[in-house]
């Protein structure tokens, strides 16, 4: 099967005109690579031809959402250069199955919540690198940008959790058990783990709760969404449509929502419908050039599309 894709794929290429293939690969190195690769020639011999394969994937794909087959279509972004196995070796995120349901929020009856929400629209989305922000914001009215390096560097002791993944629900225990979380200004994030500096006299905010929600129940997430706020979600974001996502209702029904699938933690930030079809709006972390501006409208209703409502995880009492 994976020798008739890829032959495929050959022939899609060869159909795409050559000078918007050279066009396209310029665009793409002066935007994402500055032009060139740290391994030379060779190096970008190997990334032109992986970006045609790719470039002819989303050429084939918005033809065929163009004639009603997909309702979302796919662009060139950070990751067209990439092979799916080496975007999937990015998603790293380790999940507990013992935090499932330590104590979560009920479903509550759905006809009494809005039709739609977008906390963006309510001031307390930044670009947020910690669900507790988006909680303090809408309990105070100010919105602060807290420091993610702090639970880098003291999530997991000698661990680089940047390449070996967390779970948030520790992520969160971890402020509560410090007693706060810092502004990033006071704790500046660089690349990678290092020594925890956390220090309680600049904490900007405390958490000394949190709640799951209701294992794989979409009416349960839309309450919290409704009713409390954004909501830290786990996804299922391993296939090479998510991989190049760039706008519409994403359906895939390859995309697992088993907790064992789970590789991507992102946050569900809203929800509403678009041409009939519902969808959960969700915030990504791989910056403005990927998706919508960064997001990614989800398929909701749709048997738990992605494990989108698999493992849900929320802060209370945040101030």
Known sequence: MKVFIALALIVSVSAVPLQELESEWIAFKNEFRGNSYFGGEGEESVRRQIFEINYAYITAHNAEADKGVHTFRLGVNQFADMTNEEYRQLLNLKV???HVNKTYAADVDNRRLPISIDWRTK?????????????????????????PQQIVDCIYPGRDVCKTGGDVVDAIELVIKEGGIEKESDYPY?????????SKSKKAVTVTGLNTVQYGVE????????L???????IDAGHQNFQLYTSGVYVDSACR???QSLNHGVLAVGYGSEKGQDYWLIKNSWGAQWGAQGYIKMARNNNNQCGVATYGVYPTTVY
Not at 135 to 145: D, E, F, K, P, Q
Not at 219 to 226: G, I, Q, R, T
């Open 96 to 98: 507990n199955a013992n």
């Open 123 to 147: 001031g307390v989305v930044t670009p947020v690198k910690s669900q507790s922000q988006s909680r303090y914001a809408i309990n105070t009215g100010n919105l602060v940008t807290l420091a």
């Open 190 to 198: 660089h690349a990678g783990s290092g020594i925890c500096q956390y």
């Open 257 to 259: 929502n088993d907790f």
């Open 219 to 226: 009416s349960a997430l839309k309450s919290v969404v409704a």
């Open 228 to 234: 409390v706020g954004p909501v830290a979600v786990t």
